[in-house]
Each structure stands twice: as structure tokens, then as C-alpha cells.
């Protein structure tokens, strides 16, 4: 009889393979944007039009549906500023929490 654990580690390893090995025999077909479709680099911080230095994504808007204003370095720098400063209110009130008696 085969231990539980090894009988683990097979079914585990078969389905790994099973699951990986088909993605390499598929092609990659990418993305076709339905027609129609305005496509914009948006800035992935303010979520308005990527200025010169944002983290960009892509995305598909209808038309009149995208963002009309650009965000600035200034917008960046700030919404940054303020993510790390919850953060670390965050940080302060569980260590607050864990050294309470």
C-alpha cells in the first residue's frame, strides 16, 4: 500500500504536468480590441491619461468614455505620499494592538 503522503505527491505532480504541459501546445492568439473601441495608455496610479514616467497599462474605452485630463508627476507624487502614509497608520495601529497588555 503507498503512504498517503507519496500518493499526494503523485496525484500533485501528474495534474502539475497536465496543466502546464497543455499551455505550451497552444498558440497565443493575443487580444483583438473589438472595433470601434478607443484604445489609451493610462497611468496605473491615477487612472487618468499616462503622463511622461507613469507605470501604463492599456485599456479599451468606448468612445466618449476615456479620460479626457493627463495626471501629472505632481498627482503622482502626491496619491504616492498618501498610500504610504495609510500604510504606515496602518503598520502603527497593529503594532499599537500588539503591544497593548
Do not use: W
Request: with cysteine; proline share 7%; net charge positive.
Amino acid at each position: 500500500m503507498i503512504p498517503a503522503v507519496i500518493h499526494r505527491f503523485i496525484i500533485y505532480t501528474v495534474c502539475f504536468v497536465i496543466a502546464f504541459s497543455g499551455a505550451k501546445r497552444r498558440p497565443s492568439t493575443g487580444f483583438a480590441a473589438p472595433t470601434g473601441l478607443i484604445q489609451a495608455n493610462i497611468c496605473t496610479i491615477t487612472g487618468q491619461l499616462a503622463c511622461e514616467g507613469c507605470p501604463t497599462k492599456t485599456e479599451f474605452f468606448i468612445p466618449g468614455t476615456e479620460p479626457k485630463a493627463a495626471c501629472s508627476k505632481d498627482a503622482i507624487k502626491k496619491l504616492l505620499e498618501e498610500k504610504a502614509k495609510k500604510e504606515q497608520e496602518e503598520r502603527d495601529k497593529i503594532l499599537q494592538g500588539v503591544s497593548t497588555p
